[in-house]
C-alpha cells in the first residue's frame, strides 16, 4: 500500500465524510489538503481540520465562480477572514481565473483579476503556496501569479496550452494530476509534459469523473490519480507515490511522519 496525498478535495462538499476519511486511511491516504472555496466553505474547512489533526490541512480560499453572487463589502469580508485565519492555513486556495462563458456573464475578467490579484498579495504577504484555478485562463493566471512574486502555486487539473506548462515549470511552480487523467487528453498530455518533481497529485472530490461510467469522487479515488499518471508515464507507481507525496511534504510544509520505501 502507498503513501498518499490527496492535495485538493472540497471534504465541506463531501455527505458521510467520517466513512470516506476512514476509507481514505485504509487506501493508504496519509493527508488530505482541503480546500475552501468561500466564506461558508472555509469555515467548515477549519472545523474539519480540527477534528482531524495532522490527516486534514486547510486551505482557505475564494473560487472565482462564487464572485457572482458577492458585492464588494462581501468580498471584502472574505478576504479579511481569510487573512484573520491564514496562520490555521497551509495554503490559500481554492482562488483564481475561470474564463468559462458561463461564469464570464457573470463575473468579468476584470472582477476576477482584481480579486485574485489581492488573494495572490495575501498568500505573498503571509509566505503561503497559492492553489489555483485557471481554466481557460492559463496565461493570465500566471501572469499575475509572477506579477505578485509569489514563491510557490500549484495550477490544479491543469489543462492548459504546453507553452503556458514549460513557462509554469519554467517557474519552479506545479501542476497536479486528478482522475481526468485516465480519459482527458489535455490533461493527459500536461500530465506526460510535467516532470515527476513539479507533479502532485489529487481528486478535487466530490467532483464526478468518468466517460462511460460516472461516479462521484472520494479521497481515496487519489489511487485513481496514481494509476493515471503511471500509466501515462510509464513508471512504477511505487516511484510516482513517494515523489508525489515528497513534493506534496514540501510544497505545503505538512508536519506529516512519511516511511520512504526501500
Not at 61 to 81: Q, S
Not at 201 to 227: H, M
Request: hydrophobic share 45%; charged share 25%.
Amino acid at each position: 500500500m502507498y503513501e498518499l496525498i490527496d492535495t485538493h478535495a472540497h471534504l465541506d462538499e463531501l455527505n458521510n465524510l467520517d466513512l470516506m476519511i476512514e476509507e481514505a486511511r485504509k487506501a493508504g491516504v496519509i493527508a488530505v489538503v482541503a480546500v475552501g472555496s468561500g466564506h461558508r466553505s472555509n469555515i467548515r474547512t477549519l472545523e474539519i481540520s480540527q477534528q482531524h489533526r495532522r490527516f486534514i490541512y486547510p486551505a482557505l480560499g475564494l473560487h472565482p465562480c462564487g464572485l457572482a453572487d458577492l458585492g464588494a463589502p462581501e468580498i471584502d469580508d472574505n478576504l479579511r477572514f481569510i487573512e484573520e485565519n491564514i496562520s490555521a492555513a497551509v495554503a490559500v486556495g481554492e482562488i483564481g481565473l475561470d474564463y468559462d462563458k458561463r461564469v464570464l456573464k457573470v463575473a468579468s475578467k476584470e472582477m476576477q483579476k482584481e480579486v485574485f490579484g489581492r488573494l495572490l498579495e495575501i498568500a505573498r504577504k503571509h509566505a503561503k503556496p497559492a492553489i489555483i484555478h485557471s481554466r481557460y485562463a492559463w496565461r493570465d493566471a500566471l501572469l499575475l501569479v509572477w506579477e505578485a512574486a509569489i514563491d510557490k502555486t500549484v495550477f490544479h487539473w491543469f489543462t492548459g496550452f504546453s507553452s503556458v506548462l514549460k513557462d509554469i515549470i519554467a517557474g519552479g511552480f506545479f501542476i497536479s494530476a486528478t482522475p481526468a487523467a485516465e480519459y482527458h487528453e489535455e490533461h493527459r498530455r500536461a500530465v506526460k509534459e510535467a516532470p515527476l518533481h513539479r507533479l502532485l497529485l489529487e481528486t478535487d472530490c466530490p467532483v464526478t469523473y468518468g466517460r462511460v461510467v460516472r461516479y462521484e469522487s472520494r479521497p481515496a479515488d487519489i489511487l485513481r490519480s496514481l494509476e493515471a499518471v503511471s500509466c501515462i508515464k510509464g513508471g512504477a507507481e511505487a516511484t510516482i507515490a513517494e515523489q508525489t507525496t515528497r513534493n506534496a511534504i514540501d510544497f505545503f510544509s505538512l508536519d506529516v511522519t512519511f516511511r520512504v520505501r526501500r
